[in-house]
């Protein structure tokens, strides 16, 4: 994906929609519809919860990359990152925070569906920012959205419902695999970047670290009144989908800074947000994960 770099550039974006594939066929195979449905009875919930996870968190991300005038690619990477929802790790991490199940498996789908719309529509939204350096069809980026997650979720939802005891039986590979390639994609991703993430300096780890701190202060805000549904959107709002965007910026041709603002993205944020998620669990007086969702990935 870097030029020069050691990993071409078809491996790691195939690796990154393979992981994206893997994990949302998981979700769409272990969702339960009855929780899906009970926590679409507060629809004004929802439409807070997207709005600030679709719209707020990208125009944080605008705001606080320009106000600390980063180079451009470290801005577009961070911007990237931004407008790419539902990240694989957030929703375990939302429930270990004591966020509640059913509102946070919802969000996970709707998230996942709505970026087939909502990431394109952002790349035009924010096109001063991208000009140049990510230019993409809308309607071949909503395809590869719609590919990489809307599809095996589709398919992880009729697999359910059409063989449920063999996908039960099924179900710690299916685990097992997501995470596999979830781990393979950093990994993959730090064999060419890894040097221009530590030369990006700490005006762009500041950046990352303001924007996941706003990004997860909105959702604990909007996300109330009950400190599950807060605990939820703000792991969501904070944790974005890697996987997402080092796919758009593979099929665009990214610079080795773009990737680096990716994945330093990923690292900075997930440290960001251990602390919330450790508060919020005492808080909560969580010990372990809910049995039923201790197989999510």
């Not at 769409?28 to 719209?55: F, H, I, N, Q």
């Not at 966020?99 to 790349?123: C, E, K, N, W």
């Not at 589709?154 to 005891?165: D, S, Y």
């Amino acid at each position: 994906m870097v030029a020069g770099g050691l990993v071409p550039a078809p491996l790691l974006s195939g690796v990154a929609m393979a992981a994206i594939f893997a994990f949302m066929f998981h979700l769409g195979a272990t969702v339960d519809a009855r929780e899906y449905r009970a926590a679409w009875r507060e629809p004004s919930l929802m439409a807070k919860a997207l709005l600030c996870a679709l719209v707020a968190v990208p125009l944080v991300a605008v705001i606080v990359a320009r106000a600390l005038d980063l180079p451009r690619a470290a801005q577009v990477g961070l911007v990237l990152m931004a407008i790419s929802p539902g990240a694989p790790i957030a929703l375990r991490r939302a429930l270990r925070a004591g966020g509640d199940t059913g509102f946070a498996v919802a969000l996970q789908v709707t998230l996942a569906a709505a970026s087939i719309v909502s990431l394109p529509a952002s790349v035009a939204a924010f096109d001063e920012v991208f000009a140049g350096e990510a230019r993409v069809d809308p309607r071949e980026l909503s395809m590869q959205v719609f590919v990489g997650q809307g599809m095996p979720l589709l398919l992880g939802l009729l697999a359910r419902r059409a063989a449920p005891r063999a996908l039960a039986r099924a179900e710690p590979v299916l685990n097992s695999l997501a995470g596999i390639l979830l781990a393979a994609l950093l990994g993959l991703a730090l064999v060419d970047v890894w040097r221009p993430v530590w030369q990006a300096g700490p005006r762009v780890a500041a950046a990352i670290a303001v924007i996941a701190a706003c990004a997860a202060a909105l959702g604990h805000a909007l996300g109330g009144p009950r400190q599950g549904t807060r605990r939820a959107l703000a792991v969501a709002c904070g944790a974005r989908n890697v996987g997402l965007a080092m796919a758009v910026a593979g099929v665009n041709g990214a610079s080795e800074e773009i990737q680096a603002a990716i994945v330093a993205y990923l690292v900075v944020a997930a440290l960001v947000l251990t602390p919330y998620v450790a508060w919020q669990r005492r808080h909560a007086g969580m010990r372990v994960l809910p049995a039923q969702n201790t197989n999510l990935p």
